[in-house]
């Protein structure tokens, strides 16, 4: 089935660094979607990609779709404390099924 | 109600008894899916409902584990014979016909002694 690797796992940055974290597939996604889990939370839509190359903007988050649409980033600038939490891409896979990427946890020193 | 809603919030259990695990999915949503999260872990997919199609059973880890979805809405997750491997945050979203947006429920936190 399809599989998505996120990377890295971790990283903690100090607060007002910029954070980006990644997604890779080995074969070509119809889209992707982005979501965020605070600490003791849930997981919450963040955006969703479709087209070759395309780049969103939220505000401080930045997310893109590669040309090959095999892989994704998000990037965050100038971090703050609330944006601390695990962030997940997800990917479908058959019939409105969703493959979570194992996600990375930022930290913050603030 | 305004979102997706799962009770208990909080399970505590002894191993071999069963649990069940609520999810009210938001009103109109035709598909329903469960989720394990086990501590810092990602999210496993366990089973998906689609209006009134056979459910996606692939994640199921086990026999021990079932799920209905009763008249298109609330929907339980039956776990048989817990195990402590079982403890878990058991996560639910559902998605409206034609969107890809998956809401999520805050979840229902099994541990199992």
């Known amino acids: 089935g399809q599989q998505v690797m996120q990377i890295p796992q971790y990283q903690h940055v100090q607060e007002g660094e910029d954070f980006t974290t990644y997604c890779n597939s080995s074969t070509t996604l119809s889209n992707i979607q982005w979501y965020k889990q605070r600490p003791g939370g849930h997981p919450v839509f963040l955006i969703q990609?479709?087209?070759?190359?395309e780049v969103k903007k939220q505000k401080r988050l930045t997310f893109q779709f590669g040309e090959a649409k095999k892989n994704s980033s998000l990037h965050i600038t100038a971090t703050q404390t609330t944006d601390v939490g695990t962030y997940f891409c997800?990917?479908?896979?058959?019939?409105?099924?969703?493959?979570f990427g194992q996600g990375t946890r930022l930290t913050i020193n603030p | 109600g305004a979102g997706v809603s799962q009770s208990p919030s909080n399970k505590v259990t002894e191993k071999g008894k069963d649990v069940e695990l609520r999810c009210d999915p938001i009103?109109?949503?035709?598909?329903l899916y469960w989720y394990r999260q086990s501590l810092g872990q990602g999210l496993e997919f366990l089973i998906y409902?689609?209006?009134?199609?056979?459910?996606?059973k692939s994640g199921l880890p086990s026999d021990r584990f079932s799920a209905e979805r009763t008249g298109g809405s609330v929907s339980t997750l039956t776990i048989q014979r817990t195990q402590q491997e079982d403890s878990a945050v058991y996560l639910c979203?559902?998605?409206?016909?034609?969107?890809?947006?998956?809401?999520f429920g805050p979840g229902t936190r099994l541990l199992v002694l």
């Open positions: 009103s109109g949503h035709t598909a």
């Open positions: 979203a559902s998605r409206a016909a034609g969107q890809e947006t998956q809401y």
């Open positions: 409902f689609q209006g009134n199609s056979a459910p996606d």
């Open positions: 990609l479709v087209k070759s190359g």
């Open positions: 997800a990917v479908g896979q058959g019939a409105q099924k969703l493959v």
